[in-house]
Every structure is written in C-alpha cells, then in structure tokens.
C-alpha cells in the first residue's frame, strides 16, 4: 500500500485503506468558516437592509423577505378514509380509497403517488412475510 499524496493511503487497487474515516463529523469547509466569520455580528444590520431594500420596491429583496416569512409549504398530514393494511386482501381497498382522494380533489396527485407507494411497500411487507411463512411450512415437510 503506497500513500497517497492528497487522499492518504490507498490499497493496491486504489481503495482507501481501513481506518481512514474521511471528514470528521461536523467539519465546516474552510470558505463558509471564512464567510461567518466576516458576517459575524452583522446579521442584524444585514437583515434590516434586506427589509429596506424590499420595501422600497427592490423584487430580489421582497422575494428573499416573503421566503423567510412564509416559506414554501413542506409536507402535511393527510386523512384517507383508508382500511387498516392487515393482509394484502385489503391493499386494492386501500389504493381504491386514495384514488377516489385524489379524484375528489382531498388530495394532490403527488400526495396520491406518495400514499399509493406506502402501500406498496406494505404489499411488499406483506408478500415477503408470506413467502417466508410458506417456506417455514416447507422446511417443516422434509424429514
């Protein structure tokens, strides 16, 4: 194992060596070390400029204002009159209910989509503890 220049030792076939754990948790770059540093202690004054600068008409200024004020919507909660996911016999239930949510306007169609891929993964859930269970049967048969 050669070391290598920048990047510390690396294995015959260019890998890093065990050990190497890379940049600590939490590092800061040594350029966003430098910009806090210079904007230290003029957060205030910065902001009360933005402000001015918005209300005086300046487009970049209100956007970058409205953005800190009423940022933009993450997700939300979502009710579906869903059945409870306890075999994969209630998956096509559970998927009719999002799509009449979705068709009645309840819901977005990406709020849909992602519902319909929970779902999917409970049917994945479900699928699998099957095979398995049938395999366990299986395995139980030969002597």
Same mark, same amino acid.
């Given at each position: 194992?050669?070391?290598?220049?920048?990047?510390?030792?690396?294995?015959?076939?260019?890998?890093?060596?065990?050990?190497n754990p890379g940049r600590p948790k939490g590092a800061r770059h040594r350029v966003t070390k430098a910009v806090e540093a210079l904007l230290e202690g003029q %957060?205030? !004054?910065?902001?009360? *400029?933005?402000?001015?600068a918005a209300l005086s008409g300046d487009s970049t200024a209100?956007?970058?204002?409205?953005?800190?004020? %009423?940022? !933009?919507?993450?997700? *939300?909660p979502i009710v579906v009159d869903a059945p409870i996911i306890k075999s994969a016999a209630d998956i096509p239930a559970a998927l009719g209910a999002v799509l009449t949510a979705v068709a009645a306007g309840e819901l977005t169609p990406s709020e849909g989509i992602a519902l319909a891929a929970i779902i999917e993964k409970a049917r994945a859930a479900h699928e699998l503890a099957d095979?398995?269970?049938?395999?366990r049967a299986l395995e139980g048969k030969v002597p």
């Open positions: 194992m050669k070391p290598s220049r920048k990047n510390g030792p690396r294995s015959a076939d260019g890998k890093f060596a065990a050990g %957060a205030e !004054a910065l902001t009360q *400029r933005a402000i001015a209100l956007r970058l204002c409205l953005e800190r004020i %009423a940022p !933009a919507p993450k997700d *939300r095979i398995e269970a049938r395999l």
